[in-house]
């Protein structure tokens, strides 16, 4: 039974994603990538390399079970396995059409959740 915290590299396709918001940047993980599972169309990550951080995988893995156990929802986050340059990588699932938050225009619920996260960055 595969192990559901991981992907295995080895079942997906990796590009260069550059980032929506900087594209001719780098951010501090480095450079990040998209992968596109071999079999399920819709099963996608932007992968955050870890190269130069190798904490960041861990960071971003941790972060999303603590929002899990305190009821928050974050997108899920796994880690690689199947391929050694993929070790210190994170995969984040990636959310086609994402927008950005918009607290002028949320709801009670997100106005809510936007507020529970700075807490949770604290934690």
């Known amino acids: ?16 994603f550059p ?21 399920d169309s819709r099963e996608q990550y932007v992968i955050k390399r ?6 960041i995988a ?3 893995f ?6 899990t156990a305190l009821g928050l929802y974050t997108q899920d986050v796994k880690l690689i396995n ?14 086609p059409n994402a927008r950005e938050f918009s607290l002028k225009e949320s709801d009670d619920k997100n106005y809510k959740a936007f507020f529970e996260f700075p807490s949770l960055l604290v934690l």
């Not at 039974?1 to 260069?16: E, G, L, Q, V, W």
């Not at 980032?19 to 079999?39: I, R, T």
């Not at 870890?50 to 904490?55: K, V």
């Not at 941790?62 to 929002?67: D, N, P, S």
Request: hydrophobic residues 30%; proline residues 8%.
């Open 19 to 39: 980032h929506p918001l900087h594209p001719d940047e780098v951010g501090n993980s480095g450079a990040m990538e998209f992968a596109a599972s071999k079999n």
């Open 82 to 95: 199947g391929n050694k340059d993929y070790r210190r990588s994170a995969a984040i699932r990636y959310v």
């Open 1 to 16: 039974m595969p192990n559901s915290n991981y992907i295995d590299a080895r079942n997906f396709i990796f590009k260069p």
């Open 58 to 60: 861990s960071n971003e």
């Open 62 to 67: 941790m972060y999303h079970k603590i929002a």
């Open 50 to 55: 870890g190269n130069a951080y190798p904490e």
